[in-house]
């Protein structure tokens, strides 16, 4: 079974940038020396939910400082890029890492992320699956062309092409339309699920991509398919749910403030504020645990990873990184101290 790590970068009111980068990092030169597989970095923009906005320059900085853990994007908004600018991006980040990149693709959640690109979200389907086309064409075809509704591109050259042949690896979200789920199917890229789902949404969303697959002639198992989970071990479930409760309220909090805003964001504003005057609460922390997590003492960790095993799922993801404004982030420390726990007692039992 492969084990990988992801992260949004969340940004807390009392945290500096500089400093959750470098945590970040520490964190990732810490996966790669216990054995995990990967670490997977969300794009967002104009908001504390995530710090990246530049997710490709923060995995080149990761990938200046590890060995051996892929470099993955959980997930890249291509609509919100200009296709050649994103393959030339991707291609020098796939040839200085060595070859450890793979690419994830997702429309993106937060409406005004595509309103401060002044874009218009209706278009968001049709210009995805152009870009994503536009961007393996040129990764792989010498003097691509290519005439859009949305991009262009004449005789355009590469350079560098990627390291790893014919591209890197390709992952695509399809969460909420079947629509995307369709286009998913028929590129014969793996989906990729992530937190926004409850565990049995998203394994009947990996069961449908397979079966639909299946239909279109095209063999994608659900072991390539990487689940994500929120993630915390401790040496007692009190202990887990007491380090992980605020950090996961916070992202709870944050996600739903910032659907609030159409346009602008939530970035110069205060979370307590909009506590005190929203109408409707987000998921409580004890319904995540129970439908979007994977939280406990290692033996617990276990049966859940198991359980997700025999429906299954060969790749398992996990986010520690959850945001939280009252402890400013669940303390760096404790975050190392739970990863180090997940590998020596947790990944043992599936390898």
Same mark, same amino acid.
């Given at each position: 079974m492969k084990f990988g790590l992801f992260t949004h970068i969340p940004w807390p009111e009392d945290k500096e940038p500089r400093q959750l980068f470098q945590e970040i990092t520490e964190q990732a030169v810490l996966g790669d020396q216990l054995g995990f597989d990967s670490i997977w970095l969300a794009e967002h923009h104009f908001?504390?939910?995530g710090l990246g906005s530049s997710s490709l320059v923060v995995a080149s900085n990761i990938a200046a400082r590890t060995r051996n853990i892929r470099l993955g994007t959980a997930v890249l908004v291509p609509t919100l890029h200009h296709p050649?600018?994103?393959?030339e991006d991707t291609a020098t980040l796939d040839v200085i890492s060595g070859g450890r990149l793979d690419v994830g693709y997702g429309r993106g959640a937060a409406g005004y992320e595509y309103t401060g690109y002044d874009l218009d979200h209706a278009d968001s389907q049709p210009r995805f699956q152009e870009a994503i086309t536009m961007v393996q064409g040129l990764w792989t075809t010498p003097e691509y062309t290519h005439k859009g509704e949305f991009f262009s591109a004449? *005789?355009?050259?590469?350079?560098?092409?990627?390291l790893q042949r014919p591209h890197p690896p390709?992952?695509?979200a399809a969460t909420r339309t079947l629509e995307t789920l369709k286009f998913v199917v028929s590129t014969g890229h793996p989906l990729i699920v992530g937190v926004v789902l409850d565990t049995v949404d998203g394994l009947d969303l990996c069961h449908r991509f397979v079966n639909m697959s299946q239909e279109a002639g095209i063999e994608v198992p659900i072991s390539k398919i990487p689940f994500f989970r929120y993630c915390y071990v401790?040496?007692?479930e009190e202990q887990a749910r007491r380090d992980s409760r605020g950090g996961l309220d916070w992202t709870l909090d944050v996600g739903q403030w910032r659907r609030a805003? *159409?346009?602008?964001s939530e970035v110069y504003h205060k979370l307590e504020d909009w506590r005190r005057q929203r109408t409707e609460l987000p998921p409580t922390y004890d319904y995540l645990f129970e439908n979007r997590a994977v939280i406990g003492t290692p033996d617990q960790c276990i049966?859940?990873?198991k359980a997700l095993q025999e429906q299954g799922i060969e790749y398992f993801g996990c986010n520690f990184f959850m945001g939280n404004i009252e402890m400013g982030n669940i303390e760096h420390r404790n975050v190392l101290k739970s990863m180090e726990l997940f590998a020596q007692e947790i990944m043992p039992a599936f390898r």
């Open positions: 908001s504390r939910y050649i600018r994103l393959a004449r *005789k355009a050259n590469l350079a560098p092409m990627p390709v992952y695509i401790a040496e007692t805003f *159409k346009e602008s049966a859940r990873i």
